[in-house]
């Protein structure tokens, strides 16, 4: 990992990621992990670049090691209604609320801060240079990719497990031909202009 400052005189320091603003379908899932540093966990980096098996190996090793994990979510109707960019932070918000132990300070990925009690600072390509949000994007990757293979079990035609709800060809050649399901994103322009041209 680069070197990165980290905030000086916090003891807990949260890591926040989300995953999932771009798919038509599902919730954007967020993550929020603070690291136990007796217990170091290696091979952190931004979750897309691990291999899927490593992701799934690494998951489960940040939730028995971390000091406190938990997800944060935003629906689909949320999403619509408020925009992704503010679901997004408000997902952000649920996660940081639902960990076991409050951090005395935040590391979000990005360039954006949701309203917070605690501290905390925006760290562009936060998920490959602070630990604590590689662990969260890794976390928030996971999760989300076993909801889209959930998805994918109730409605096979549309292949979520392949895509994952991105907008893929093929998501796009199934949404056409089989419709908007209830789970898809209704204010994202794909979606919209097939509902239009119902």
Do not use: C
């Amino acid at each position: 990992m680069a070197e990165f400052e980290y905030p000086q005189g916090f003891e807990l320091i949260a890591g926040v990621d989300e995953v999932g603003r771009g798919p038509l379908v599902g919730a954007v899932v967020t993550a929020a992990v603070i690291l136990d540093p007796n217990n170091p966990i290696d091979g952190l980096t931004d979750s897309k670049k691990l291999s899927e098996k490593k992701r799934e190996k690494l998951a489960e090793e940040i939730k028995q090691k971390a000091l406190a994990w938990s997800l944060g979510r935003a629906e689909p109707e949320e999403i619509d209604a408020l925009n992704i960019l503010q679901a997004t932070m408000l997902a952000m918000q649920r996660a940081i609320k639902n960990l076991k132990i409050q951090p005395h300070f935040v590391l979000i990925d990005g360039n954006r801060i949701p309203q917070l009690a605690i501290p905390a600072q925006a760290v562009v390509k936060g998920d490959s240079l602070v630990a604590e949000i590689s662990a969260a994007s890794i976390i928030a990757k996971v999760s989300r990719d076993h909801e889209m293979e959930v998805l994918d079990k109730q409605y096979p035609q549309y292949e979520f497990a392949k895509h994952k709800g991105y907008p893929t060809k093929v998501h796009l050649a199934k949404l056409a031909e089989f419709g908007v399901l209830p789970q898809h994103r209704r204010s994202f322009s794909p979606v919209r202009k097939l509902l239009e041209n119902e």
